[in-house]
């Protein structure tokens, strides 16, 4: 397959592509290389996609035309939609940033898959999307009328955004909730980044909700897993089983990923210390504004499409960061280098 995927110098898009290339597709990447976190980081995953089968493309994608551009010359068979701007407390901070990438951005994708069929779209939403639905675990028919953050909204409008073009142009299309995706090369303003590098330097460590919040985190390898396979399962005519979110007027799903085996903060922190050899200072801290209490993924539907779940436990996934860590930052366990 020819798979143009948007966010590669991103986390999770550039794990994909270097899966997809492995598994000998062609790959053309789209990112913007935004100074949200660290470039650095982004060009060195950018360096290590680098070879045959690959090619990279840099402009934003709100740029007017220039997707749809870039859809003409490549002409995929597959788009995978991954580049936004992430992180919920930045939108507090910054929430045009969010309107710009994930709305603005994910319209000028979608014009271009107008433009250019595929045979099927997928695009990244979030679990953030529940916001203050107090039912869990999250299931992918609950209301979304609740978004606590603009990151939340952001993204429940490119949901909705997506599935008036795959009604409106029979675009094949499926929308995955991500639910805390975690691991080697992770962003550097996620929790288990910033503990690792706060504990390595001996600084203290700020745990929201006093440790007890919840999280279904999902280890990088297994979230491409479901996402490749998903490749292979565009909505069709008919559900494929009750649990499917299959749209009744347009070739359009939503599916989350996540495991379904939710962990609060506080024992992912005691795995980390335990993979660093080293304790953490804590500084127990109320919930900030935006975030929940507690995430958990509902999984039977992607269970059903693709007969697979992610499973690899935080007591596996955490050492395999750590150990990632030290090496792209030369960290020893006394912290020098971090």
């Known amino acids: 397959m020819r798979c143009l995927v948007t966010g590669t110098a991103g986390f999770i898009g550039f794990h994909l592509a270097r899966r997809l290339l492995a598994a000998g597709h062609a790959v053309v990447g789209v990112?913007?290389?935004t100074d949200y976190y660290d470039v650095a980081l982004k060009r060195a995953r950018l360096s290590a996609l680098a070879g045959p089968g690959f090619a990279n493309h840099s402009f934003m994608l709100e740029e007017p035309g220039?997707?749809?551009a870039l859809m003409g010359e490549v002409k995929p068979d597959i788009v995978v939609h991954l580049a936004a701007q992430a992180g919920v407390r930045y939108s507090l901070e910054n929430p045009e940033s969010y309107v710009a990438a994930n709305m603005v951005g994910t319209f000028q994708?979608?014009?271009?898959?107008?433009q250019h069929p595929v045979r099927h779209a997928l695009m990244a939403s979030t679990s953030s999307v529940y916001g203050g639905n107090p039912r869990t675990p999250f299931r992918?028919?609950?209301?979304?009328?609740?978004p606590l953050t603009i990151y939340a909204a952001s993204k429940i409008a490119g949901e909705a955004m997506a599935h008036a073009y795959a009604h409106l142009w029979r675009i094949p299309t499926t929308a995955f909730r991500f639910f805390t995706v975690y691991g080697p090369w992770g962003r550097p303003d996620m929790a288990l980044f910033l503990f690792t590098r706060k504990i390595l330097a001996g600084e203290p460590v700020e745990v929201f909700d006093h440790g007890r919040a919840v999280r279904d985190f999902t280890y990088i390898d297994d979230l491409v897993e479901s996402i490749v396979r998903l490749i292979e399962v565009p909505p069709g005519p008919e559900p494929v089983s009750p649990a499917d979110t299959l749209s009744p007027v347009a070739p359009f799903r939503i599916v989350n990923i996540g495991g379904g085996a939710p962990v609060t903060v506080g024992a992912m922190l005691d795995v980390l210390e335990a993979a660093l050899g080293m304790k953490a200072t804590r500084l127990l801290r109320d919930l900030p504004p935006g975030d929940v209490s507690r995430t958990e993924a509902?999984?039977?539907l992607l269970e059903d499409l693709i007969g697979y779940v992610p499973a690899t436990p935080v007591t596996v996934g955490i050492p395999a960061f750590v150990?990632?860590?030290r090496?792209?930052?030369?960290?020893?366990?006394?912290g020098a280098g971090a």
Do not use: I, K, Q
């Open 31 to 33: 990112d913007g290389l």
């Open 66 to 68: 220039a997707f749809a």
């Open 109 to 114: 994708v979608l014009e271009g898959l107008r």
């Open 140 to 146: 992918e028919t609950d209301t979304v009328a609740t």
């Open 298 to 300: 509902e999984t039977r």
């Open 323 to 325: 150990a990632w860590y």
């Open 327 to 334: 090496e792209h930052y030369g960290a020893s366990p006394s």
